[in-house]
């Protein structure tokens, strides 16, 4: 494998693992909406305790999905040749 393959196969993992964590999250998310629903106490706080990681998940499933899909950017930084100084 050359470098260019490396650094592919390096994106498209950290892609998959967003894509893993955003997954994770909206499971958790599912629950603590329903457990909220289902307290009382806690249907006033259910807000506060869902936004933050609603933004989470999204956030990491759309970087998830760049890298997954293209990820030409990060690519592109971490296959890029510095010229040598000799």
């Known amino acids: 494998m050359n470098k260019k393959e490396v650094v592919w196969l390096v ?6 693992y967003l ?4 997954a994770i999250t909206s499971i958790s998310l599912i629950g603590t909406l329903l457990t909220a ?3 009382p106490e806690l249907a ?3 807000m506060s305790m869902f936004v933050s990681p609603a933004l989470l998940a999204v956030m990491e499933g759309i970087v998830g999905f760049y890298l997954v899909n293209t990820g030409t950017v990060l690519f592109n930084i971490l296959a890029r040749e510095e010229p ?3």
Do not use: F, H
């Open 37 to 39: 629903l289902q307290t």
């Open 84 to 86: 040598r100084i000799d």
């Open 19 to 22: 894509l893993y964590l955003a």
């Open 11 to 16: 994106v498209r993992l950290i892609g998959v």
């Open 44 to 46: 006033s706080r259910s």
